[in-house]
């Protein structure tokens, strides 16, 4: 009993020091309570479009590599709900220009878009330095859609149609704090239609969202304690 006693006592004592180690840790390189996030990105872009048969001949060889370059800008407010973890909100605008495709036989297609996104924003911090992001939220895009193939029907020889529409819309990422300044790189999802065949395109057809992906590079300043 006096063993037990003693095991117990030092395993009490040794759960005190490693407390009282990490939470001085923490106490000394503190993470704000609260923050501010405005910053540029520059990402590459895939999207989805009206498909005839040169490019579905290479999909998967060549038509999914075809990226457009975007920009956009972020800006965001979270709060610290949990040591190292924080909830927020965050309010971006991004231009995506025109992912295209362009062949020889004179068959070519394009989709061109641009968004303002209102996401809910998580993030959590592995070191003091490090953190990893998650955001959702809606999308307001704005897109236009082209395809050309001299080959085709008069009809369908260009389609060209504007669309505006609301999609879901995801990302994640990782960020690198050097001060006040974050490096970041992640992944975004715009959710929407896939491919359109144009062999059923009609010129009368409605033209819906097309989804994209993106591999998205930014760089933030971040306002902390304000």
Not at 47 to 56: L, M, N, P, S, T
């Amino acid at each position: 009993m006096k063993h037990l006693k003693l095991k117990l006592i030092a395993l009490t004592g040794a759960m005190a020091l490693a407390s009282s180690a990490m939470a001085n840790s923490y106490n000394n390189n503190p993470l704000p309570k609260h923050k501010l996030n405005v910053g540029g990105s520059i990402m590459a872009v895939n999207a989805k479009h009206i498909q005839g048969q040169a490019d579905k001949a290479t999909d998967g060889m060549l038509g999914n590599f075809f990226y457009n370059v975007g920009f956009g800008a972020q800006a965001g407010y979270a709060w610290q709900v949990a040591p190292r973890f924080y909830l927020g909100g965050e309010l971006g605008a991004q231009t995506n220009g025109s992912v295209w495709q362009n062949f020889s036989i004179d068959t070519a297609n394009a989709t061109q878009s641009s968004m303002v996104t209102a996401l809910v924003t998580s993030e959590i911090y592995f070191t003091h330095n490090w953190s990893i992001n998650l955001k959702a939220g809606p999308a307001f895009v704005y897109q236009t859609a082209s395809y050309r193939d001299k080959n085709i029907q008069s009809t369908k020889k260009l389609a060209h149609k504007n669309t505006f529409g609301v999609r879901p819309y995801a990302s994640i990422g990782t960020t690198y704090y050097i001060g006040n300044v974050g490096i970041g790189l992640g992944y975004s999802h715009l959710f929407g239609h896939g491919d359109i065949d144009a062999s059923k395109f009609s010129s009368d057809q409605k033209m819906p969202i097309f989804s994209e992906n993106s591999i998205q590079a930014t760089v933030t300043y971040q306002f902390s304690n304000l």
